[in-house]
T-cell receptor
Framework: GAVVSQHPSWVICKSGTSVKIECRSL??????MFWYRQFPKQSLMLMAT?????????EQGVEKDKFLINHASLTLSTLTVTSAHPEDSSFYIC????????????FGSGTRLTVV | QQQVKQSPQSLIVQKGGIPIINCAYE??????FPWYQQFPGKGPALLIAIRPDVSEKKEGRFTISFNKSAKQFSLHIMDSQPGDSATYFC????????????FGEGTQLTVNP
């Protein structure tokens, strides 16, 4: 099946710094990738839809200047959390869909961000 | 219209039992209904998915039952094992239009030995 690789799996950063999370589709091309945020014992909350070669579409309430998304190629999307604060600590997960082989939506392994 | 309601929130069964998790949706345009399994600290993994042209799909110990008229679908886990203890999410999307997944709230399943 389709494979989505996400790095890093965990990161600790200081308040005020920026952190970049990468999401790669390893064996397929993804024109669209999705970024989710998940708090403990809660469901996945869609933050934004990342479109290759164009601007991301952000969900209501998600600060686009804080969560920068870049989808520069058909296999890579990045999420940068800028000027991170402790309240940004969360589990971030990306997803992509292999439309060619109709494998449905595949998720990365997630990134645990802790801002201290 | 975009919501997917999932129940129960948590479920405890004994090994060998058959936990059943239910989901209901409103948007009749949804045409793809997957179930995901998530272990702590990991991303969700696709378990099984169904499309509205069938009423049931079985893969190994996992079965989806789908009731289009009632706009409900459920996951059954046969002969459950302690290793099945995880959080399960149902989801739905308008696959033909490439829209995003709408997730249920999740069910924390515990299978006791």
């Amino acid at each position: 099946g389709a494979v989505v690789s996400q790095h890093p799996s965990w990161v600790i950063c200081k308040s005020g710094t920026s952190v970049k999370i990468e999401c790669r589709s390893l064996d397929f091309q993804a024109t669209t990738m999705f970024w989710y945020r998940q708090f403990p014992k809660q469901s996945l909350m869609l933050m934004a839809t990342s479109n290759e070669g164009s601007k991301a579409t952000y969900e209501q309430g998600v600060e686009k200047d804080k969560f920068l998304i870049n989808h520069a190629s058909l296999t890579l999307s990045t999420l940068t959390v800028t000027s991170a604060h402790p309240e940004d600590s969360s589990f971030y997960i990306c997803s992509a869909r292999d439309t060619e082989r109709n494998y449905g939506y595949t998720f990365g392994s997630g990134t645990r961000l802790t801002v201290v | 219209q975009q919501q997917v309601k999932q129940s129960p929130q948590s479920l405890i069964v004994q090994k060998g039992g058959i936990p059943i998790i239910n989901c209901a949706y409103e948007n009749t345009a949804f045409d793809y209904f997957p179930w995901y399994q998530q272990f702590p600290g990991k991303g969700p993994a696709l378990l099984i998915a169904i499309r509205p042209d069938v009423s049931e799909k079985k893969e190994g110990r996992f079965t989806i039952s789908f009731n289009k008229s009632a706009k409900q679908f459920s996951l059954h886990i046969m002969d459950s094992q302690p290793g099945d203890s995880a959080t399960y999410f149902c989801a739905a999307s308008e696959e033909t239009s490439g829209s995003r997944l709408t997730f249920g709230e999740g069910t924390q399943l515990t299978v006791n030995p």
